[in-house]
């Protein structure tokens, strides 16, 4: 390859690369780290295990259990330190699917596109019932489906989605994008926005959340055998949600499938026209009681330098996933990367100066509960800002968890201080298309855990491909969805940030600290 013969030139003859501030990049450690980051990687087979192998990882189910126990292990089997699986708290009940079909019989038979909602149950064996339609927008017209229902098939009078677009599901950024968000400015701190309790649409909100409560717990006492609702997506994608709550103490509710919008709709038409539909379901899903804890995977490389091995890097992502796939690009591709960057740096046999740590966490996906409970438990709490020895200890967190596309730069966060340092640490991997520093936020996932008690942590910019279009939540989101040479890409650059915040001389700078977070 020209780049390997570029390295070599640099390399042989001295040369540092590019530098800003006081910063420096060795081009030697880079050309080791490229190498066994692009040409041996084990990104992929990782991220098999983690899909296809393990399953469905939702929090608390088994499949989330089978990802983490094998994560724990492989981390050990490349020698790194203290693998094991930490309790951050009490989450709740596990749950998983074990049976799903369903298909409408009259007036013919097709087997639709369904996936059950989470925690809900099951139907207790095959099901046969016809569609019934309720309407309605207040407790009061609920009554006229009194005795109506038991036995049938709940399906509610929803509007058809948005028109079809024409627009491609999967995109890169645009050079025009990307230089938007360099020439992003800093925004005025504002404090946490508030809702209006007082305002209308508080109010409608309010009403709205109430009568959805109201209108399951009707169906679930009038015994209906199944509900249908539609699910967002098109084109048999189908983004699902959860249908109960997981805690421990949550009420009943009754089977609940999230339709694909065409299969919704078909049956729908039909029997508004007052044709007979008849639909068919066999549906078994299980609980898990047994451990109400949550767990993340930790492991690490611990540092060498006497002064420096008590201070940490902290690299992670999400390995909970929903459960109508596998979670290829939410987010086993961001737990793969992180754990190749790992494997990455023990296979170049790299020493550090401070210790590297990864976490792997979970529940994410119902309020980043994985990252959170880790983060009051060796950091501080964001409600008090009362923080923890550990806290001053933790140069950054790195996180990825935006899908299968490639880095092309890093969210600062409003770091400022950082930008410089990141631009340098980014020159070396202009070939590879990551360039992009931006002082903007961004949110979502596990590195505002960090961020709220004033520990530097960063979400790389990853090409949105066909994220938020087709696979994220989604039945779409499967192993096939994955790009190789995207993964080896972010890994080696997260494997590069994290030698260079090891082996720079002061910790990653960082902001002001936050205020205590008002009490609500």
Known sequence: MKLKLLFSCLISAGITLPVFAQETVDPAIVQKIREEGLNHSKVMETAFYLTDVSGPRLAGSPGLKRAQNWAVNQLKTWGLANAKLEAWGKFGKGWEVQKNY??????????IIAIPKAWTPGTGGLIKGDVVVVKAD?????????????GKVVIFDTKPLVERSFKVDAARYTDEELAEMANATMQPAEGRRQFDVNSPQFA???????????????IHDEKAALILSQARGTDGTVFTTNGASYADTAKAVSPELETSSEDYQR?????????????EADIKTQFLTDDLQGYDVVAEIPGTDKKLKEQVIMIGGHLDSWHAATG?????AGSAVMMEAMRILKAINFKPKRTIRIALWSSEEQGLFGSRGYVLNHFGDPKTMQLKPEQAKLSAYYNLDNGTGKIRGIYLQGDSAAG?????????FKDLGATTVTIRNTGGTDHQSFDAVGIPGFQFIQDAIDYGSRTHHSNQDTYDRLIEDD?????????SFVYNTSERAEMIPRKELPKPQPVR
């Open 328 to 332: 290829a690009t939410d987010n086993a």
């Open 102 to 111: 369903a298909a409408i019989t009259i007036p013919y038979y097709h087997a």
């Open 267 to 279: 049956i729908l038409r039909l029997a508004k026209a007052g044709q007979k539909v008849e639909l």
């Open 420 to 428: 410089p340092i990141f631009k340098t640490w980014l020159e070396p």
């Open 487 to 495: 993964l080896k890409q972010a890994a080696t650059i997260i494997a």
């Open 204 to 218: 409608a909100m309010r009403k709205l959340r109430a009568f959805q409560t109201t209108l399951r717990t009707f």
């Open 138 to 150: 207040s407790a009061a017209e609920l009554d006229q489906y009194k005795g109506k229902l038991q």
